[in-house]
């Protein structure tokens, strides 16, 4: 069975610009929900994705957006980066009647500078 | 609205000694509640969780936790600390709607020789 993975692992942008962080689901789950962890935080929820469609949203503005794909993997866009934008992005898949449980992957340090 | 509060940023034990990590939630409606533990970068993994049925709940690495709806705690214990338990521990509550989790501030754990 393998696991929840991400891509890339760091990397760097400059304000202004636009990323691309990429999950792909542990195998039979097709729900993802993807969560910011600010430095010496708790991670907060962005959004959910089931089934290919937006499940529910956290408090975060339009410039964060999302897809899932057909084979359940996942996509999370941000725009116009901000400085407080830097943080651990964790991805999270789960399957119905699972009892919730959400399995996190190793996440993604973005760093905008 | 559901919400976590962790009491103590920091616990600080001898190993061998019993671990004791505090955990208080706000929930309008019979709670789903998790224990997750964050290795130095890595992502979330779970530890523990109570949805239903009996209120003491036993964990992985010999971590278990107590469901008291009467003192809205869900407080995690271990009676031995190792060296390796050392990490940063989240509780957190399921809610929202959908299925997004609310993490408390976090609890960083330091097992000292």
């Known amino acids: 069975e393998t696991g929840v993975t991400q891509s890339p692992t760091h990397l760097i942008k400059t304000r202004g610009q636009q990323v691309t962080l990429r999950c792909s689901s542990q195998?039979?789950?097709?729900?993802v929900s993807w969560y910011q962890q600010a430095l010496g935080q708790g991670p907060q929820f962005i959004f959910q994705?089931?089934?290919?469609?937006?499940?529910g949203r956290g408090n975060f503005p339009p410039r964060f957006s999302g897809l899932q794909f057909p084979n359940y993997s996942s996509e999370l866009n941000v725009n116009a980066l901000e400085l407080d934008d830097s943080a651990l992005y964790l991805c999270?898949?789960?399957?119905?009647?699972?009892?919730?449980?959400?399995?996190f992957g190793p996440g993604t340090r973005l760093t905008v500078t | 609205a559901q919400s976590v509060t962790q009491l103590g940023s920091h616990v600080s034990v001898s190993e061998g000694a019993l671990v004791l990590l505090r955990c208080n939630y706000s929930?309008?409606?019979?709670?789903?509640l998790f224990w997750y533990v964050q290795y130095p970068n890595q992502g979330l993994q779970l530890l523990l969780k109570?949805?239903?049925?009996?209120?003491l709940v036993k964990g992985i690495n010999g971590f278990e936790a107590e469901f008291k709806k009467s003192e809205t705690s869900f407080h995690l214990t271990k009676p031995s600390a190792h060296m390796s338990d050392a990490a940063e521990y989240f509780c957190?509550?399921?809610?929202?709607?959908?299925?997004?989790?609310?993490f408390g501030a976090g609890t960083r754990l330091a097992v000292h020789p």
């Open positions: 109570y949805t239903t049925g009996a209120t």
């Open positions: 994705y089931y089934r290919e469609e937006e499940n």
């Open positions: 999270a898949s789960s399957q119905e009647g699972t009892d919730y449980e959400q399995y």
């Open positions: 929930s309008s409606v019979p709670p789903y």
């Open positions: 195998s039979g789950h097709n729900t």
């Open positions: 957190a509550v399921m809610g929202g709607g959908y299925n997004k989790l609310i």
